[in-house]
């Protein structure tokens, strides 16, 4: 199995532009994570989903952020504006049901 | 709210030397405990976890972790160090049942020869 697979790897932008981050989950895993790892916050849960539902948001930081699963093998995370406080580490994270979660590698956004 | 504490910031151990990496929680209940590698500019990968049962448990890359109730701790463990030890490790918790991670901020490791 290919892990979970992330892109970009990497990202530079300007503020106010509209940034998206993709994730491919393992084939099979139920449950799909977004986190957030900056150095002043480490990292952080943004939204989770189950089945392609989200089940909890409330680590979302605010509207300009938004995460789609239209299928079982897809997620995205949307930021629109972007803004410099948004540069950061994003990891996708899938497991099964009653399993470990498994990491990307990660998207470094750097947000100018 | 379930909240994780990694006193230690950054620590430096000889090569061949033991290891131990602490974390305390704050939860209601027993939570799930789980701990976590990083090397630079990669992802995380789970090097053991607790559920129930036996406190002392076995992980990968010889690593151990024991769970203390009577403290809420959750300490690394590593009889020897290798190089390849240098990096960054996460304590993380669940609610029981559940997979929302909650983190601790992290303890590098650096390895001198």
């Known amino acids: 199995d290919a892990g979970v697979i992330q892109s970009p790897r990497h990202e530079v932008t300007e503020m106010g532009q509209e940034v998206t981050l993709r994730c491919k989950p393992i084939s099979g895993h139920d449950y799909l994570f977004w986190y957030r790892q900056t150095m002043m916050r480490g990292l952080e849960l943004l939204i989770y989903?189950?089945?392609?539902?989200?089940?909890?948001d409330s680590g979302m930081p605010e509207d300009r952020f938004s995460a789609k699963m239209p299928n079982a093998s897809f997620s995205t995370l949307k930021i629109q504006p972007s803004e410099p406080r948004d540069s950061a580490v994003y990891f996708c994270?899938?497991?099964?049901?009653?399993?470990?979660?498994?990491f990307g590698p990660g998207t470094r956004l750097t947000v100018t | 709210a379930q909240s994780v504490t990694q006193p230690d910031i950054h620590i430096t151990v000889s090569e061949g030397a033991s290891l131990e990496l602490r974390c305390n929680y704050s939860?209601?209940?027993?939570?799930?405990l789980f701990w976590y590698v990083q090397s630079p500019g990669q992802g995380l990968q789970l090097l053991l976890k607790?559920?129930?049962?036996?406190?002392l448990v076995q992980g990968i890359k010889g690593f151990e972790a024991e769970f203390k109730r009577s403290q809420s701790s959750f300490n690394l463990r590593k009889p020897s160090v290798h190089w390849s030890d240098a990096a960054e490790y996460f304590c993380a918790v669940a609610p029981p049942n559940d997979y929302k991670l909650s983190f601790g901020a992290g303890t590098t490791v650096t390895v001198r020869a």
């Open positions: 939860y209601g209940a027993t939570p799930y």
């Open positions: 989903f189950n089945n392609n539902v989200p089940i909890d």
């Open positions: 994270a899938s497991n099964p049901e009653g399993g470990e979660q498994y």
């Open positions: 607790y559920f129930s049962g036996d406190t």
